[in-house]
């Protein structure tokens, strides 16, 4: 094929043709994907940054409420991805499934549009005293909102896996062009996500919610289009296991069935396939580990004489199985985090629209717009991160990176709860504003500045350039051969089972808190709450989970694999974590 100037990878076009590679992929193809992805962070920041507030003016929730539907509904965004990196992983691949589910997508965005456009779907106010929102206007709002939801279940986890698929990783120079992709992509999400919250988040409140909406749902139309002029530039990797997710579940089930035979001593005493066979499909043999060793089981060979009607697993079978494991222990770790990250589109917001706003004599700041620091922080730190931070450590360690990704993410973590102590002072500040200038009424305002809540925003923003990119790009690598897809839901369902926890937190502690006619800590008039104590209590977890992540990262053991080339005796074993992955600027 190298001959014929076709990709070494073995990926095919959409007819199912092998591609020649200087006419494909790289970032040539993939200019075409982040210019969606920018559209799609702008689309969902646009909906998601100011949500608490539509729900709490125009549909008059209460703040408990629409904190839980906020959070329910994100993290309904964020784990719905599983399902879609199912499908494509199994049946459909990367690009069908990604166009059916950007369908849905836009479906949902027109119809969120339409409910917030509408007087009919919206409550009715009279004489400064509205209504609460009937039972059909309240559903089509969220049928709508859950529609978004579904659609970017097949969008989020198949867009940008199938951009680093069009990267050759058996061609050296390609291989360094993927090298940025994940951070770049990253960029073109803050991209997006500044346009929705400095942009989207004032034309919301001051110009309308119907064109607030509208502008990105035209967008996202925009992108998709330009996505599908890039289509004979893509490249398409050929699914080489009929069902990885089912080889995942067999090792498991083996290994309980076996679970009566003893280990050998040497793991090569266990079975694997010949190299041929790995050079023949071009799959990679993945070494083996001692990590998880009751795994091994499953790959214990038969006795001569027996009469199995399947061969055992293979050890590269085995240490899939073992990599996603330990990848679970590690998302497990990222929920706390995740939860934090949750506070940027609920109580943060909640916070600021109780403070001073103003920004001159007439211009008022909508509270939603500070997200924006988030994004200008994550814009400012990822180029600062390649050209100063890696290039410093790598000096002082000798690490491609500079960092291993779960230093990175460890280091992330330790940001993240420095940004939480710092809202815990703030709010302590605003309660003693609150205090001093017998501040009671919901709708007072408190003599403090609204950029007082910059630090944790920006701060968060910081974490993120170590958390965000890191948790992808550590997914992706460390993900089984066929099932990238299925290995970024790692980290997109850590961000919606987050929202989930956050969801059940809030709940959980305003029921406690209030009971006994006490004072909740998180009621609908935050100038008579205690935000503080829940921040108190969110910077405590925050701190275990650390312990928890550093025992966890201290258990892991990185991916392996043997890559070997045709009519080559060498074999190469190569370690993941040592392939430079930083931003080239």
Not at 190 to 195: K, Y
Request: hydrophobic share 45%; charged share 15%; aromatic share 12%.
């Amino acid at each position: 094929m190298e001959a014929k100037g076709f990709t070494n990878d073995g990926t095919v076009d959409l007819r199912g043709q092998p591609v020649i590679a200087a006419k494909t992929g790289k970032w040539k193809a993939c200019s075409f994907l982040v210019g969606y992805e920018a559209f799609e962070r702008m689309a969902f920041y646009g909906v998601a940054s100011n949500l608490v507030v539509y729900l709490t003016t125009q549909l008059h929730e209460e703040t408990v409420p629409s904190v839980r539907n906020v959070n329910n509904w994100s993290g309904s965004v964020w784990i719905t991805p599983i399902l879609g990196a199912y499908i494509a992983d199994s049946y459909l691949g990367r690009f069908w499934t990604f166009t059916i589910s950007s369908l849905i997508y836009v479906l949902g965005m027109v119809l969120l549009t339409t409910a917030v456009s509408l007087k009919s779907l919206r409550p009715i106010c009279a004489n400064g005293v509205c209504n609460k929102a009937t039972t059909s206007q309240v559903a089509f709002f969220y049928t709508s909102l859950y529609i978004i939801a579904f659609g970017s279940g097949g969008t989020k986890p198949n867009i940008s896996t199938f951009g680093a698929d069009q990267f050759d990783d058996f061609d050296p120079q390609e291989k360094k062009l993927k090298a940025s992709f994940f951070n770049w992509w990253m960029f073109s999400s803050f991209i997006g996500a500044l346009l929705a919250t400095l942009g989207l988040v004032y034309i919301q409140e001051n110009l309308g919610w119907g064109l607030g909406y509208g502008i990105p749902t035209i967008g996202l139309l925009l992108s998709l289009f330009i996505f599908y002029v890039g289509t004979p530039m893509y490249r398409h990797k050929v699914r080489r296991t009929k069902s990885p997710a089912g080889d995942l579940l067999r090792v498991p089930i083996a290994a309980f069935a076996n679970r009566g035979r003893a280990l050998p001593t040497d793991a090569s005493e266990l079975y694997e396939l010949n190299l041929q066979h790995y050079i023949n499909t071009g799959k990679r043999q993945v070494y083996h580990t001692p990590m998880f060793r009751f795994l091994d089981k499953a790959a214990i060979k038969e006795s001569n004489n027996s009469n199995a009607p399947r061969p055992p697993c293979t050890i590269t079978q085995v240490e899939g199985a073992k990599l996603v494991l330990g990848m679970f222990m590690i998302w497990l770790v990222t929920l706390i985090p995740s939860t934090i990250w949750a506070q940027i589109n609920t109580l943060f917001v909640k916070q600021g629209t109780t403070l001073d706003r103003h920004l001159g004599p007439s211009f008022e700041i909508p509270a939603a717009s500070l997200g924006s620091f988030v994004t200008l922080s994550m814009l400012v730190s990822v180029p600062m991160y390649d050209r100063y931070f890696v290039p410093l450590m790598r000096k002082k360690t000798g690490h491609p990176r500079g960092i291993t990704l779960l230093q990175r993410l460890g280091i992330g973590f330790a940001i993240q709860t420095i940004a939480i102590a710092i809202a815990y002072v703030v709010e302590v500040k605003r309660m003693h504003a609150i205090k001093v200038h017998k501040i009671l009424g919901p709708k007072e305002t408190v003599p403090m500045n609204i950029f007082w809540l910059m630090p944790q925003y920006a701060l968060l923003g910081v974490a993120d350039v170590f958390n965000a990119i890191g948790l992808l790009e550590f997914f992706y690598d460390q993900s089984p051969d066929d099932m990238q897809s299925l290995g970024t839901t790692f980290f997109t369902s850590g961000i919606g089972v987050g929202n989930f926890l956050n969801s059940f937190l809030v709940t959980m502690v305003d029921k406690v808190s209030g009971r006994n006619e006490g004072k909740s800590w998180i009621g609908n008039n935050l100038n008579d709450s205690h935000l503080d104590y829940y921040y108190g209590f969110l910077l405590v977890i925050s701190a275990l989970n650390i312990g928890g992540f550093l025992w966890a990262s201290s258990k892991y053991i990185y991916k392996r694999e043997f890559e070997v080339k045709e009519g080559s005796v060498q074999v190469e074993v190569r370690t993941l974590d040592t392939i430079p992955l930083g931003l080239q600027v």
